[in-house]
């Protein structure tokens, strides 16, 4: 079975930045899809970034310019560099992978305050 382990979350000053790392494991094949959504309080989840296993990326438009995703070194492990935090960004960041299914971290906190 497909699990998806994440850290890097915590607090953060609004400029500051945030590294999120993410690693499946229980899988034999390479991720479809790797990437991260959020959630913040009262809202829907919403797409971040992902990558696809063509190294296709889609960003939001929220956060394109300021966020990074990248692939990690070990297999089906994939990296979310944070920059120029703002207070919008406070959410629950979740991991997300696609292997003939979707797979789902449990979630990360992110805050952004002052």
């Known amino acids: 079975q497909v699990q998806l382990e994440e850290s890097g979350g915590g607090l953060v000053q609004p400029g500051g930045s945030l590294r999120l790392s993410c690693a499946a494991s229980g899988s034999s094949g390479h991720m479809g899809i790797l990437g991260w959504y959020r959630q913040a309080p009262g809202k829907d989840r919403e797409l971040v970034a992902v990558?696809?296993?063509?190294?296709?990326?889609k960003y939001s438009d929220s956060v394109k310019g300021r966020f990074t995703i990248s692939r990690g070194s070990a297999a089906n492990s994939v990296y979310l560099q944070m920059n120029s935090l703002k207070p919008e960004d406070t959410a629950v960041y979740f991991c997300y992978a696609f292997l003939m299914g979707s797979y789902w971290g449990q979630g990360t906190q992110v805050t952004v305050s002052s």
């Open positions: 990558m696809t296993s063509g190294n296709g990326i």
